[in-house]
């Protein structure tokens, strides 16, 4: 390729937003690419397409391959509505937080993750949502992609003794009908020993995935103290 390149990232897109806007100002054609997947998708490209438009520059966007997109239509999941949730944080709580927020969607919640920290995910929404669809979908559009699905204890069995490789997309199944043969009770210890967390904590969550009042959980786990 001759034409000139120069590497976009998270660490140079701010340095490079000014001189990329006056050169297109000057009427140069230019191309924002990724070597894998599409600009602006848990890739660089919506502050820059932002500053175009603040700037009244045209731009053309072109279809090209998304990890997010193809796991979603090969995993038979919802695709009439659903939502993509970028990378899942490294924090414990804050991926907590979104696993949540998850579950209790009403549609397909798309997700990235890590190959290293895929067990310790399906893990927490193995306890979190048992009863839920998950489907893992790895090195997409690649020799040895495949696409997995199950609850997430299935596909615990089937991750835990392997070693993963590649990147992983992970897709969670929209709130279904809350049926569980838990009590209230066992409920809460088992969020909160599963999760390490404290009972007030376990109770929130409880109430979130049963859709009930916070106060009726808490008044049935004081109740049986």
Request: glycine fraction near 6%; charged fraction near 25%; hydrophobic fraction near 40%.
């Amino acid at each position: 390729i001759d034409t000139p390149l120069k590497s976009y990232h998270k660490f140079t897109e701010a340095k490079l937003e000014d001189f990329v806007i006056e050169k297109l100002q000057d009427g140069a054609k230019i191309a924002l690419i990724s070597d894998a997947g599409t600009p602006g998708i848990a890739d660089p490209g919506m502050r820059l397409v932002n500053k175009c438009h603040a700037e009244k520059i045209a731009i053309e966007a072109l279809p090209g391959a998304c990890a997010a997109l193809v796991a979603l239509t090969s995993s038979g999941l919802n695709s009439e509505r659903f939502q993509f949730l970028g990378f899942l944080p490294k924090k414990s709580s804050q991926c907590e937080s979104i696993l949540i927020e998850a579950t209790l969607y009403s549609g397909t919640t798309i997700l990235y993750e890590s190959p290293h920290r895929l067990i310790k995910t399906l893990t927490q929404i193995d306890c979190l949502a048992p009863d839920h669809t998950v489907a893992v979908a790895r090195e997409l559009t690649k020799k040895f992609s495949e696409v997995t699905r199950g609850t997430a204890k299935y596909l615990l069995e089937q991750y835990q003794n392997r070693t993963v490789k590649g990147e992983i997309v992970l897709l969670i199944e929209g709130k279904p009908n809350h049926d569980t043969s838990l009590s209230i009770i066992e409920h809460v210890s088992q969020i909160k020993n599963s999760l390490n967390i404290s009972e007030k904590e376990a109770i929130k969550i409880v109430a979130e995935i049963r859709g009930q009042p916070k106060r009726v959980i808490y008044a049935e786990v004081l109740k049986n103290k």
